[in-house]
């Protein structure tokens, strides 16, 4: 493996590898098939990469999306690795040379699509030219069960057939035992070595708080963002495109995605947010797949996911430069409302019903966890952490619980007095004792429960409610326009049978001041920073690629922090190979030097 470590350091500039990637390769370099989960920004790509380099012959990778190849591999020849892609985007002229340095076996990797792959004549042509081994990537997309399911990638169990004795090697971030299993059969796979790297996400910092003033609280998670790249999921497209132009007018450039506009219009916004430094990007869920721009340093949530899953994979397009990111959440009343109903009116079978409230209830329920974030996000996943994070909102500030029974008994009979048919806003009403219309005109200044609430403010009775529901003493009934509702748990709550301990919500005023952190730029060193990210954007458009092709954040912030003076002391820098080194490191030097 000394070969596999002077490539690393060499070529990738990089001093050591990332957890699992030197056991993947040694299996590699030893003819095994192998199947590898890694979270996202775990590493994969050097997985198969490495071994391309080493072994004889051109490595053939596999993957959906053509719309990623060519910055994956203009990331490649940046670092002086011969590699092309094919597919339906190529000009037949284009293709012919790849065609003919592929037979002159000039290439050491190959991207292709699986449809591609897979043509009769495609096969032919590769068969003789001496293949090292074959990455599939994106793995999961074997499976019928999974949303991002291919058709062709079926098919794709005849390559041990056409390949004998070629090493193949499956790489995902879905990690369940279910699609684990369904990997290794449907790509028939030949005794695997199986690589199964744990879920945690350390540098991402899970922060979840309830949902007030959503727009005041988005800005407040910006000022810890300034001029960085994130993406802010939204519910709806109107609320997408609403969202986008105000931050854009608050002076947060950000541009909308979502499935209603044109394809055009669409891959246009994807494309400047992977070229341009410090985008936003404002989306709906059909925004993320196989977006690997690892500088994403923030991914917001403005309505609640559908599930844990869907917040992890979302929550996991940032920080992939194992930097550090943030992940954001607000979440309220009325999104636990959206959701379950959404599942209740929805037209699938009763035993999936089920199966999507269980899913609910489960994220819900960890929107409100009292014990650190991350080792309850983990132990969803099977995963255990050894000690608290630190690094989740929960941790670093520890919200405080109350023994909410009293408050509970006072909410649900006033539920009980209005006669079940009122919203949360007028039952806090009556509960505050406001004399407002509504009161007057159904009576309710009368009744016992009129006023004796007026011992808490209007919105800590709404956190109450929001965790009632969420813990199933109350119930809000879509098909009578949100009224609460008692549950066959609100009578022993009642009755005493039950004591119930509450969240305290953070207030708005205690909410931890930004702070900065690791990854943040002091401002005396603002001006260098700009400078190399200028340097960087230059190179990047000449090249016609993303900034990070060039050099990740990370890098310029160790030559912010090292000023090297030399190329020497930019070798020395972890993501400076000697390539890179040759081709940028006068101008980035030169930079360095003016400030
Ligand atoms: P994945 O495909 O698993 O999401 P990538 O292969 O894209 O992840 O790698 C994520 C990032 O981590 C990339 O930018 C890559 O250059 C970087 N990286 C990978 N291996 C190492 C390593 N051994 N040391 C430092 N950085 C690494
Ligand atoms: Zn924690």
Same mark, same amino acid.
């Not at 002086?80 to 340095?101: C, H, M, Y």
């Not at 002076?251 to 246009?268: C, I, K, Q, S, T």
């Not at 099977?382 to 006072?410: H, M």
């Given at each position: @493996?000394?070969?596999?470590?002077?490539?690393?350091?060499?070529?990738?500039?990089?001093?050591?590898?990332?957890?699992?990637?030197?056991?993947?390769?040694?299996?590699?370099?030893?003819?095994?098939?192998?199947?590898?989960?890694?979270?996202?920004?775990?590493?994969?790509?050097?997985?198969?990469?490495?071994?391309?380099?080493?072994?004889?012959?051109?490595?053939?990778?596999?993957?959906?999306?053509?719309?990623?190849?060519?910055?994956?591999?203009?990331?490649?020849?940046?670092?002086?690795?011969?590699?092309?892609?094919?597919?339906?985007?190529?000009?037949?002229?284009?293709?012919?040379?790849?065609?003919?340095?592929?037979?002159?076996? /000039?290439?050491?990797?190959?991207?292709?699509?699986?449809?591609?792959?897979?043509?009769? +004549?495609?096969?032919?042509?590769?068969?003789?030219?001496?293949?090292?081994?074959?990455?599939?990537?994106?793995?999961?997309?074997?499976?019928?069960?999974?949303?991002?399911?291919? +058709?062709?990638?079926?098919?794709?169990?005849?390559? /041990?057939?056409?390949?004998? /004795?070629?090493?193949?090697?499956?790489?995902?971030?879905?990690?369940?035992?279910?699609?684990?299993?369904?990997?290794?059969?449907?790509?028939?796979?030949?005794?695997?070595?199986?690589?199964?790297?744990?879920?945690?996400?350390?540098?991402?910092?899970?922060?979840?708080?309830?949902?007030?003033?959503?727009?005041?609280?988005?800005?407040?998670?910006?000022?810890?963002?300034?001029?960085?790249?994130?993406?802010?999921?939204?519910?709806?497209?109107?609320?997408?495109?609403?969202?986008?132009?105000?931050?854009?007018?608050?002076?947060?450039?950000?541009?909308?995605?979502?499935?209603?506009?044109?394809?055009?219009?669409?891959?246009?916004? #994807?494309?400047?947010?992977?070229?341009?430094?410090?985008?936003? @990007?404002?989306?709906?869920?059909?925004?993320?797949?196989?977006?690997?721009?690892?500088?994403?340093?923030?991914?917001?949530?403005?309505?609640?996911?559908?599930?844990?899953?869907?917040?992890?994979? &979302?929550?996991?397009?940032?920080?992939?430069?194992?930097?550090?990111?943030?992940?954001? @959440?607000?979440?309220?009343? #009325?999104?636990?409302?959206?959701?379950? #109903?959404?599942?209740?009116?929805?037209?699938?079978?009763?035993?999936?019903?089920?199966?999507?409230?269980?899913?609910?209830?489960?994220?819900?329920?960890?929107?409100?966890?009292?014990?650190?974030?991350?080792?309850?996000?983990?132990?969803?996943f099977g995963d255990s952490l050894a000690e608290d994070c630190g690094n989740c909102d929960v941790c670093l500030q520890p919200p405080e619980t109350w023994d909410g029974t009293v408050a509970a008994q006072k909410l649900l009979s006033c539920v009980y007095r209005t006669g079940q048919r009122f919203g949360a806003g007028h039952v806090i009403d009556v509960l505050l004792g406001k004399e407002t219309e509504k009161v007057f005109q159904h009576g309710h200044q009368r009744l016992t429960t009129f006023g004796i609430g007026a011992d808490r403010s209007q919105p800590a009775w709404r956190s109450v409610i929001r965790q009632l529901v969420v813990q199933a003493y109350l119930r809000v009934?879509?098909?009578?326009?949100?009224?609460?509702?008692?549950?066959?748990?609100? +009578?022993?709550?009642?009755?005493?049978?039950?004591?119930?301990?509450?969240?305290?919500?953070?207030?708005?005023?205690?909410?931890?001041?930004?702070?900065?952190?690791?990854?943040?730029?002091?401002?005396?060193?603002?001006?260098?920073?700009?400078?190399?990210?200028?340097?960087?954007?230059?190179? !990047?458009?000449?090249?016609?690629?993303?900034?990070?092709?060039?050099?990740?954040?990370?890098?310029?912030?160790?030559?912010?922090?090292?000023?090297?003076?030399?190329?020497?002391?930019?070798? !020395?820098?972890?993501?400076?190979?000697?390539?890179?080194?040759?081709?940028?490191? &006068? &101008?980035?030097?030169?930079?360095?030097?003016?400030?």
């Amino acid at each position: @493996m000394d070969s596999a470590r002077q490539i690393l350091r060499d070529i990738y500039g990089y001093t050591d590898f990332r957890g699992q990637q030197e056991p993947v390769i040694e299996a590699v370099m030893a003819g095994r098939d192998a199947v590898v989960l890694m979270p996202t920004g775990g590493g994969k790509s050097l997985c198969y990469q490495l071994p391309a380099l080493m072994l004889p012959g051109t490595a053939i990778v596999v993957s959906p999306l053509i719309a990623l190849m060519q910055d994956q591999v203009a990331a490649l020849k940046l670092l002086g690795i011969k590699a092309a892609f094919l597919n339906s985007s190529l000009d037949p002229e284009t293709e012919r040379r790849v065609l003919a340095d592929l037979r002159g076996g /000039g290439l050491d990797l190959i991207y292709i699509a699986p449809e591609r792959l897979l043509q009769e +004549r495609t096969l032919n042509f590769l068969r003789p030219i001496g293949i090292a081994l074959i990455a599939i990537d994106e793995a999961h997309c074997v499976s019928q069960w999974g949303h991002d399911f291919r +058709r062709d990638y079926l098919d794709l169990h005849v390559l /041990g057939q056409h390949f004998p /004795g070629v090493p193949r090697l499956a790489l995902t971030a879905t990690a369940d035992a279910r699609t684990r299993k369904e990997i290794i059969g449907r790509l028939a796979l030949t005794d695997p070595a199986l690589f199964v790297s744990g879920f945690d996400r350390p540098n991402i910092q899970y922060n979840v708080l309830p949902k007030s003033d959503n727009r005041r609280q988005l800005l407040h998670l910006l000022s810890r963002h300034r001029d960085q790249a994130g993406i802010v999921y939204c519910m709806s497209r109107k609320k997408v495109e609403s969202t986008a132009a105000w931050l854009t007018e608050q002076g947060h450039p950000a541009l909308p995605y979502h499935a209603g506009m044109a394809a055009g219009e669409r891959a246009a916004n #994807q494309h400047r947010f992977l070229r341009e430094d410090g985008l936003i @990007m404002v989306a709906t869920i059909a925004f993320g797949m196989g977006i690997d721009k690892p500088d994403v340093r923030f991914v917001a949530h403005l309505d609640l996911p559908k599930s844990i899953e869907a917040y992890y994979q &979302e929550t996991g397009r940032a920080g992939r430069d194992g930097e550090p990111a943030e992940a954001w @959440m607000v979440y309220g009343l #009325q999104d636990v409302v959206r959701l379950r #109903q959404m599942v209740d009116t929805s037209e699938v079978g009763e035993a999936r019903k089920r199966e999507e409230r269980a899913r609910l209830d489960a994220l819900l329920g960890w929107c409100e966890v009292t014990e650190c974030r991350r080792r309850a996000l983990l132990a969803y996943f099977g995963d255990s952490l050894a000690e608290d994070c630190g690094n989740c909102d929960v941790c670093l500030q520890p919200p405080e619980t109350w023994d909410g029974t009293v408050a509970a008994q006072k909410l649900l009979s006033c539920v009980y007095r209005t006669g079940q048919r009122f919203g949360a806003g007028h039952v806090i009403d009556v509960l505050l004792g406001k004399e407002t219309e509504k009161v007057f005109q159904h009576g309710h200044q009368r009744l016992t429960t009129f006023g004796i609430g007026a011992d808490r403010s209007q919105p800590a009775w709404r956190s109450v409610i929001r965790q009632l529901v969420v813990q199933a003493y109350l119930r809000v009934d879509h098909d009578r326009y949100g009224a609460l509702v008692l549950t066959e748990l609100s +009578r022993p709550l009642l009755r005493n049978e039950h004591r119930l301990v509450l969240r305290k919500d953070p207030e708005a005023a205690r909410q931890r001041k930004p702070k900065l952190r690791k990854g943040t730029v002091a401002e005396q060193d603002r001006q260098l920073w700009e400078a190399l990210r200028d340097c960087r954007k230059r190179l !990047a458009d000449d090249q016609g690629v993303p900034p990070y092709v060039i050099f990740h954040d990370a890098v310029l912030m160790q030559m912010m922090e090292y000023r090297p003076g030399s190329a020497d002391e930019l070798l !020395a820098i972890n993501g400076v190979g000697q390539v890179k080194l040759d081709r940028y490191g &006068e &101008e980035f030097l030169a930079v360095i030097n003016e400030h």
